[in-house]
Structures are given as structure tokens and as C-alpha cells.
């Protein structure tokens, strides 16, 4: 006989939510190692200590719990990453506040990271609802860091801040990945340092583009 909701839910609504929280969980430990090919329903049940109708219940397919378990890191990560964001300008206290919060934020639960790392390799072999997903989350940290050159740049005008944002986002999001890498394997450095870092880098970018704005005077805007 087919279990109902009132059977699997008996518990209380604590229960149902802790058992959700438990399959998320270990969806995403395992994700990390496995990818998604590799990750069966059977070994996340067997993490989470529930039944496979547990997870079909919360879920209704792998698809839709791998996606899940995406929103649900990526939600956690960005809500710290834009933390410090809300003054007007990028400041070198808001730089150390944010390289702090991002390095820490990765390197206290790598787990997000290493996953979506993972996953984007395989994203030709996984469901268009997975890859659809990593996608959207790899656009939004694009565009966060589009936010951070606009206020890093809001000094040289809007047309250069916008400007610059949208052609080195792309590089600060790449530099990021591989800093990542290198750290998880052993061999990089703390990642609030290497953000630190590529910050300096831009703001010596921003006081060359001045000094450029400078000598041509006629072409400013």
C-alpha cells in the first residue's frame, strides 16, 4: 500500500524538515566528490538515513534535488558575498571587508564551489534542468562581480565603470575558479589574500585609466 503524505509526514512538520534538509545535505557532500553522473538516489539515502520515497516526496526526481541543492548553496553564498556592497563607492576598508567575507565564506564551506567545479565539467552529460542551473548561478556571480567593478570604477563616469565591469567580470570570476582550485588541492593560497590581491590590481587599472582621462582632457565625458 502506497504511503501518503499524512504517513510520511507523521512526525510533524519538524521531522519533514529536517529530513529535507538532510537529503540537501547529502546530496551536496556527495555531488562534491561524485558529480552528478556518479550520484546515485541509493547513496544519498543511505547519507541521509531515509528512505528513496523520503526524497521522491521532498524532490520528485534527481534533477530537481541536484538543482535544489544548487539554489540552496548558491542563495547562502551570495547573501554573504553582498554583504559590504551597499555604500555608493568601493572603499579599502568595503575591499578588506568583502575579500574577508568571500575568501572565508569559500574556504569555511568549500563545498558549493567544488561542486559546481565538478559539475561543470560534466555539464554535456547531465540533464538540461542541471545544466540550466549551473549556468544561472555562474551568470549571477558574473554579475555580482559586474556590481563590485561599477562601484570599484563609479569615479571615471558611468560609460567607463560600465564598461570596464563588463570586461573584466569575466576575469575576476575566472581568476576566482582557479585560485579556488589551486587552494582545494593543497597548493594555493588564502583565497581573501588572492582577492586582496587582484582588488589592487584593478585599482591600479582605475588610476591609469585617470591618468589617461588626464592627458586627453578634450576626450573626457
Request: net charge neutral.
Amino acid at each position: 500500500m502506497a504511503k501518503t503524505r499524512k504517513d510520511m509526514t507523521s512526525a510533524g512538520p519538524a521531522a519533514d524538515a529536517d529530513s529535507r534538509q538532510a537529503i540537501l545535505e547529502a546530496a551536496a557532500r556527495i555531488m562534491a566528490t561524485k558529480g552528478f553522473s556518479g550520484t546515485s538516489i541509493s547513496m544519498i539515502c543511505k547519507a541521509a538515513g531515509c528512505p528513496a520515497s523520503s526524497l521522491y516526496w521532498h524532490f520528485t526526481s534527481k534533477e530537481n534535488l541536484f538543482a535544489e541543492v544548487v539554489h540552496w548553496k548558491a542563495g547562502y553564498f551570495f547573501k554573504q558575498f553582498h554583504q559590504g556592497q551597499d555604500a555608493d563607492g568601493i572603499s579599502e576598508s568595503t575591499i578588506d571587508q568583502i575579500a574577508e567575507q568571500v575568501g572565508r565564506s569559500l574556504q569555511d564551506d568549500p563545498l558549493f564551489l567544488r561542486f559546481l567545479l565538478l559539475l561543470g565539467l560534466e555539464r554535456k552529460d547531465m540533464p538540461d534542468e542541471v545544466r540550466k542551473v549551473i549556468i544561472e548561478v555562474r551568470n549571477s556571480a558574473r554579475l555580482w562581480w559586474q556590481a563590485i567593478l561599477e562601484k570599484q570604477f563609479a569615479n571615471r563616469g558611468p560609460t567607463v565603470a560600465r564598461l570596464v565591469a563588463e570586461e573584466y567580470a569575466e576575469f575576476g570570476r575566472s581568476l576566482i575558479d582557479g585560485a579556488f582550485f589551486a587552494w582545494d588541492f593543497g597548493d594555493g593560497p588564502d583565497l581573501r589574500k588572492v582577492f586582496r590581491q587582484l582588488m589592487v590590481l584593478l585599482a591600479a587599472l582605475n588610476e591609469k585609466i585617470g591618468r589617461e582621462e588626464a592627458a586627453r582632457p578634450e576626450d573626457r565625458t
